[in-house]
């Protein structure tokens, strides 16, 4: 039914269910169907060329407008966190309290630098970013088909919302949820805006004040997609969620973490850069019979 599956990336620990849960939202179709999404490594590769692709902090964390020294310190603090935030091993009442030290202590590091809002567009073009391959076909189907995308991100919104502007596909079915600058009237960042999002907060709490928690609750079949076991959560008070398929991209530590993603994730992509399994479910989904 779905030709991707085959894919030697792909892994499913219970694939009759799988099955199920695909042929369910083809059968209620597009218009009950909503798209939520993580963005860094999910919708943004992982590797390019050999190395690791920037997130969206990593964009401005590594740009010509931070000192030397500011990216010094932020590189010390992604490679002290980092392997925090992925450890299997972990609890989450562990990682929390140091997620939240991490990203404050980079915010702080980046408002140091005193960033203009006007170059945040040329900083995004001269970055490595890139989004997984297929990503065109991907955002192209949901906006033909109406379906809403929801960018649900612990990344720098003004940041990812300038990568998927310059690719294009900034559709006006698409809404982000992300950690935002805020800028004084010169257009120098001065802070953050509250709430904080980081790897483990990601769901209602930080959801409930914002205009896009309403339209969530009226589409009831859901396919989420993640990087992280912190992106499980991104649907976590939808009222009435009838069914939902997680697909979860493992991009790093594959063999120490493959147990949790396919305990935790209905399908779980392996080192795969692609968008190709997640295009594929949907062409079956959307595609009138
Ligand atoms: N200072 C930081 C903080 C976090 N990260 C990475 O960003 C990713 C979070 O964004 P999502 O879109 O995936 O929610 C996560 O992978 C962190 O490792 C960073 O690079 N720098
Ligand atoms: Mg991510």
Not at 99 to 123: F, G, S
Not at 156 to 173: C, H, K, M, P, T
Request: glycine share 6%; net charge negative; aromatic share 8%.
């Amino acid at each position: 039914m779905v030709p991707e599956l085959e894919k030697a990336t792909v892994r499913i620990r219970q694939p009759e269910r799988v099955r199920g849960i695909i042929r369910t939202l083809r059968e209620q179709g597009g218009a009950k169907l909503q798209v939520i999404s993580d963005f860094d490594m999910t919708l943004s590769r992982f590797g390019c060329n050999g190395r690791r692709c920037p997130t969206s902090h990593n964009i401005l964390d590594t740009s010509r407008v931070v000192s030397e020294d500011g990216r010094k310190k932020l590189k010390d603090l992604l490679h002290y966190y980092y392997p925090i935030e992925i450890d299997p091993n972990r609890t989450l009442e562990e990682k929390c309290p140091l997620m939240v030290e991490w990203w404050t202590r980079a915010h702080e590091l980046l408002v140091q630098q005193k960033i203009r809002k006007d170059d945040i567009a040329q900083i995004v073009r001269e970055s490595e970013v890139m989004l997984r391959d297929g990503f065109k076909e991907f955002f192209d189907q949901l906006h033909k088909n109406s379906v809403p995308l929801f960018i649900f991100s612990a990344g720098v919104g003004d940041v990812l919302e300038e990568i998927i502007r310059q690719a294009s596909v900034f559709y006006s079915n698409v809404n982000v949820v992300s950690n935002y600058m805020d800028f004084d009237d010169d257009g120098v960042l001065t802070h953050f805006k509250a709430p904080l999002i980081h790897t483990y907060n990601k769901n209602n709490s930080v959801l409930q004040g914002t205009d896009y928690f309403q339209q969530l609750s009226t589409r009831t079949n859901i396919i989420l997609l993640g990087d992280s076991m912190g992106d499980l959560t991104m649907a976590d008070g939808i009222p009435s969620v009838e069914n939902i398929l997680k697909i979860g991209f493992l991009n790093d530590k594959v063999e120490e973490r493959r147990g949790k993603y396919l305990e935790a994730y209905d399908i779980v992509l392996e080192s795969d850069e692609t968008l190709d399994v997640v295009n594929g479910i949907l062409r079956y989904i959307l595609t009138e019979t």
